[in-house]
């Protein structure tokens, strides 16, 4: 019963882990970084579709993307595409290709960017302490219905907050990085 609890709450917060860092991919950088754009939807044949899925995207440098459309004939949707997204660069069409210079970061752009990390950072610490929350009401309950003995019930909490505190250092670290990143020239 308390193995259970335990590799569901392990279960859980290592979703909350991976949520974290497909979060943190959106948050942008001073380079350029193909998940930046994952969030561009392309009017394709009438149907929104994913940037990637129409069109292939390269870094060619640490500043610049360059997007080659499968078919030439939606170049000037995906260009009203990233006009309409919030990322904030302009695109430059050649006819053949797109390509978007992400602009370099200003001091106080970082320090937003820092404070929305740390946003979602407290955001996924939350979602871990739900978990063991969670987790413990079911070791609670257990022990309430006579499934575990008090012992067991205490034993079962322990090892749920070691758990949630190695997942609370795992975030912390992630977003540390993150934040590093951000604020590095």
């Known amino acids: 019963m308390i193995e259970q609890t335990k ?6 917060m290592e979703k ?12 942008r950088t001073g380079k350029a970084q193909v998940s930046m754009l994952d969030s561009i939807k392309v009017n394709y044949y009438g149907q929104m579709s994913p940037l990637s899925q129409v069109a292939s995207v390269s870094t060619p440098d640490a500043k610049t993307f360059m997007i080659a459309p499968w078919e030439s004939s939606i170049l000037k949707e995906i260009e009203m595409a990233i006009v309409k997204s919030d990322i904030g660069m302009a695109p430059i069409n050649d006819g053949k290709v797109i390509r978007l210079k992400v602009p370099d970061l200003t001091e106080e752009r970082r320090k937003d960017l820092a404070k929305q990390v740390k946003k979602i950072t407290e955001d996924a610490r939350v979602a871990v302490r739900l978990v063991r929350r969670d987790s413990n009401e079911e070791v609670k309950k257990a022990f309430k219905d006579k499934l575990i003995s008090e012992d067991e019930s205490k034993k079962g909490e322990a090892d749920v907050q070691k758990i949630t505190d190695d997942f609370i250092k795992k975030v912390d670290q ?8 951000i604020l590095t020239i």
């Open 16 to 27: 909350v882990v991976n949520s974290l860092m497909e979060d943190l991919k959106k948050v």
């Open 174 to 181: 992630i977003a540390d990085e993150k934040e590093k990143s």
């Open 7 to 12: 590799t569901g709450a392990k279960a859980n």
